[in-house]
């Protein structure tokens, strides 16, 4: 079936959602993993713990928080008001910051478990050469982490594609603004335009589906290459 404007819309700008969330998650998430994963700080449980808060809370409660914290009477959608960004709520600004909230667990828990796994030895030999912390994090950690960074990519894209109670509450369903491929669905049911809701869920199916498979043979193949 050949999608109309509407659905290419919609896809085009979860793609750009995703992408862009992804990118602002690593560089979000690498400092907070690597901190949990070495801190002996009281704090790591309870950091670890508002981290993971996505993984149980439902979408919609985050959504409602994140709606009333952004608009009109929330302390930062006066701040960015009065400052003249406007109100983030129901903008693609508040799509991306609801997003990052949302899918932070993905990003930070397989980077924090590969920063765990990996051996003290590497870093202690750069400092006895006289690496500085952030070099020996950069051309050290970061390189033998690889493949959580890989996997934590791949999660937190795929988990910003699927995303529907939070973009909805936050961002509702505006088109060519707001509107992406699950609250497109959403409107293609309250329509009972089925064969049009059929296709694109199919399509996220698939998706789903191609990306749990390459995760999977990708860590098989990482196991199968470590020594």
């Not at 290419?8 to 998650?25: C, D, E, M, N, P």
């Not at 929330?74 to 991306?96: A, E, H, K, Q, R």
Request: charged share 10%; hydrophobic share 50%.
């Amino acid at each position: 079936m050949t999608f109309d404007s509407s659905t290419l819309s919609a896809i085009k700008l979860t793609l750009q959602l995703a992408s862009l969330t992804t990118v602002l998650l690593l560089l979000i998430a690498t400092p907070i993993a690597w901190w949990l994963s070495k801190t002996t700080s009281w704090l790591r449980k309870p950091v670890g713990a508002i981290v993971a808060l996505p993984l149980v809370l439902p979408p919609t409660v985050l959504g409602f928080y994140l709606l009333v914290t952004l608009g009109p009477n929330g302390p930062i959608g006066i701040f960015t008001n009065t400052i003249g960004w406007g109100y983030l709520s129901f903008s693609f600004t508040g799509l991306v910051i609801g997003s990052i909230i949302y899918s932070l667990p993905f990003a930070v828990q397989p980077l924090q478990h590969a920063f765990e796994n990996m051996s003290a030895r590497p870093m202690e030999v750069a400092a006895t050469l006289r690496a500085s912390p952030i070099d020996a994090f950069l051309h050290v950690a970061i390189p033998l982490a690889k493949p959580g960074f890989y996997t934590a990519a791949i999660l937190s894209f795929a988990h910003t594609i699927g995303e529907f109670g939070v973009v909805l509450m936050i961002g509702g369903n505006i088109p060519e603004q707001t509107r992406v491929v699950s609250t497109q669905i959403y409107g293609y049911v309250e329509a009972m335009q089925y064969t049009q809701a059929h296709a694109l869920s199919a399509a996220l199916l698939i998706f789903s589906f191609v990306i749990l498979l390459g995760m999977s043979l990708f860590k098989q193949r990482t196991l199968r290459v470590m020594p």
